[in-house]
C-alpha cells in the first residue's frame, strides 16, 4: 500500500505497523461533508423507488412464498462477486433435487450457505438487533462447511489481512484495513453509528455503514458477502421494505470495477460524494428493476389462476403455482412437502395438470426422479421475460 496514494482527505489514518507495512483505519461515521444538491435529488429518486417497491411488495399475492425466489437471487449473485459460478438455475435444481440426486459443488454449498445465513438474519432480527454479535453469527452461517471453513467462521479476524491481486503482500497490496486492535475499536464505533440517532436520510446512513465495514474487513474471508447481507437485513430492520426485495449484488456484480474502485476513492481522498452516487444509483435502479418482476410475477400468475380456474382442484393448483412463484423447479415430493399434499399421488396429480396447461415442463426425461420447471417464471425472476408490458 503506497502512502502517496492516501491525501489529506482521506476519512481516516495511516498507521505505520511494527512489521513495516502501512494500514489504514478509518474514521468514525459519520463523515463531515456538505451534500451537495445533486445527490439530494439522487437520494430523492432513490426513496421513491424504494418505497414504491415496499408497496408492491406488500399487495404481492402469497409474498411468503414469492421472496423465497428473490433470496436465492440475491444469493447467487453476491457469491458470483467473490467468483462463485454457481446460477439461480443450478441453485434451484439442486434443492429440488437433493443431494442423493445431484452432488453438491462447492460452489453450490457457498450460495446456499447465503440463503442460510439471510434466512437466519431475518428471524434473528426479530429478538436481535443488527449488531457485532449478529454479524458474527451470519459469518457462522456463511462459512459453515464452506471453502471458508478454515477462516475462523463467526470470529472476527485476530490476523492482518489485505486486499490486492493475486501474489500480492502486505507491502504491496491495493489496500490494507486496520491492525486488529484498531480494527476491534472501529467495529464498536460503527456498531455505535448503526443504532445511535441521527438526522441522516436512512439510505445515506447505509451507503456510509456499507463503506465502513468494507473498510474495516473484520473477517478473514467471506467480508464482501457479509457487507452485502448486512444492507438486506438494514433496509428490513428500518422498515424501508417488508421482505428482502432489493437486491444490490445485481448492481455492483454489473459494475463490478467501479463498485470497487469507488469505496477505494473514498479510503484514499474522502470520495464520498462518488460513492454514494454509485450506491443511491443502485438502490434507485435495482428497485425499479425489483417493481417490474413483480409486476410480471403478478401477471404471469393471474393469468395461470384463469388457466386452471376451473375444476374441483382450482383452489389447490393456483396454491401449486403460488409455491412455483417461489421455487420454479420442483420435484412432485417437493410439491407434496410444500402443499402438505395428503400423498405423492395426489402431489403428482397437480404437477401432471400444470404441465397440461403448459405451466410446468419436465426437464429431466427420466422414469424417476423427475424435475420440472416453470419456465416462465424462472424466466421472470431472471429479468429474462420481456413479453409483458409494465407500468412503474
Not at 215 to 235: E, K, S, T
Request: net charge neutral; charged share 25%; hydrophobic share 40%.
Amino acid at each position: 500500500m503506497n502512502p502517496s496514494d492516501y491525501l489529506a482527505t482521506a476519512p481516516g489514518q495511516l498507521i505505520r505497523t511494527p512489521r513495516g507495512y502501512w494500514a489504514f483505519d478509518p474514521a468514525p461515521l459519520p463523515p463531515g461533508m456538505v451534500w451537495p444538491s445533486g445527490l439530494v435529488s439522487l437520494l430523492s429518486e432513490a426513496e421513491r423507488a424504494l418505497a414504491r417497491l415496499s408497496e408492491v411488495g406488500r399487495v404481492f399475492p402469497a409474498p411468503h412464498v414469492m421472496i423465497r425466489a428473490f433470496v436465492r437471487q440475491e444469493a447467487v449473485l453476491s457469491s458470483r462477486i467473490e467468483g462463485t459460478r454457481t446460477t439461480l438455475e443450478q441453485l434451484f435444481t439442486y434443492e429440488a433435487a437433493r443431494v442423493s440426486l445431484l452432488e453438491q459443488t462447492a460452489d453450490t454449498r457457498d450460495v446456499q450457505n447465503y440463503v442460510l445465513a439471510l434466512d437466519y438474519g431475518l428471524e434473528r432480527l426479530s429478538s436481535l438487533p443488527v449488531s457485532l454479535r449478529l454479524i458474527r453469527e451470519l459469518h457462522e452461517k456463511l462459512m459453515a462447511g464452506a471453502r471458508g471453513e478454515f477462516w475462523t467462521p463467526g470470529e472476527f479476524r485476530r490476523s492482518q489481512n489485505w486486499l490486492g491481486p493475486p501474489g500480492s503482500t502486505l507491502e504491496t497490496a491495493l489496500y490494507v484495513p486496520p491492525p486488529v486492535d484498531e480494527m476491534h475499536a472501529a467495529l464498536d464505533q460503527l456498531e455505535k453509528f448503526i443504532h445511535a440517532p441521527s438526522d441522516l436520510p436512512l439510505l445515506i446512513r447505509l451507503g456510509l455503514i456499507h463503506y465502513q465495514f468494507e473498510a474495516i474487513h473484520p473477517f478473514l474471508d467471506g467480508n464482501g458477502r457479509v457487507g452485502r447481507l448486512l444492507i438486506a437485513l438494514l433496509l428490513c430492520e428500518w422498515g424501508l421494505l417488508p421482505q428482502p426485495l432489493l437486491y444490490l449484488s445485481a448492481f455492483f456484480e454489473a459494475n463490478r470495477l467501479e463498485y470497487y474502485d469507488r469505496l477505494l476513492a473514498v479510503s484514499r481522498s474522502g470520495e464520498w460524494e462518488g460513492w454514494l452516487r454509485f450506491f443511491l444509483t443502485g438502490v434507485r435502479d435495482q428497485a425499479r428493476e425489483a417493481v417490474v418482476r413483480l409486476h410480471k410475477l403478478e401477471m404471469l400468475r393471474g393469468r395461470y389462476a384463469r388457466q386452471v380456474q376451473t375444476g374441483r382442484t382450482a383452489e389447490r393448483l393456483l396454491q401449486v403455482i403460488d409455491f412455483l412463484l417461489g421455487a420454479p423447479i420442483v420435484s412432485v415430493r417437493q410439491v407434496q412437502a410444500g402443499m402438505e399434499a395428503s400423498d405423492y399421488k395426489t402431489a403428482r396429480r397437480y404437477v401432471e395438470k400444470l404441465v397440461q396447461h403448459g405451466i410446468l415442463r419436465e426437464v429431466t426425461g427420466k422414469g424417476r426422479h423427475r424435475l420440472y420447471r416453470a419456465d416462465e417464471i424462472l424466466q421472470a425472476i431472471e429479468g429474462q421475460l420481456e413479453n409483458f408490458d409494465t407500468v412503474l
